[in-house]
């Protein structure tokens, strides 16, 4: 699972290298639009890849997908609603105004996302 999953990254970063260019080396705007993250399910082992959009989009995606990796059974997909490139603007965000929140008095002690719920969580 966690070879597929690299094969996953590095074919991103193959067909997005433009993009990771022009995101001044964030990783803002890395990923393809579809993808919303991967986790590996702790019961039985396989790689989760979340894809975003309407059924034709979604079996785009996984073409896309199956055709970075060899042929692995372990692989499966889950429809989410958000994007990673969107999880990872607002974390980029929230970086990018630190200063200003804390002059405000707010102190964040994290910032991270959770894919699973499609949201970026901020514990301060």
Known sequence: ???T???ILNGFSGVEQATALASENTNVGVYPDYYG???IDQQTGELVVLIVGDEEEQFAAQ???ASLTSEDESLRY???EVSYNKILSV????REN???LVAEGVVIDA???DILQGKVSVSV
């Open 63 to 65: 073409a896309q997908i």
């Open 98 to 100: 630190h200063a200003m």
């Open 1 to 3: 699972s966690i070879e």
């Open 91 to 94: 974390i980029e965000n929230v």
């Open 111 to 113: 910032v991270f996302d």
């Open 5 to 7: 999953y690299n094969q």
């Open 78 to 80: 889950q429809v989410c």
């Open 37 to 39: 993250g991967a986790y």
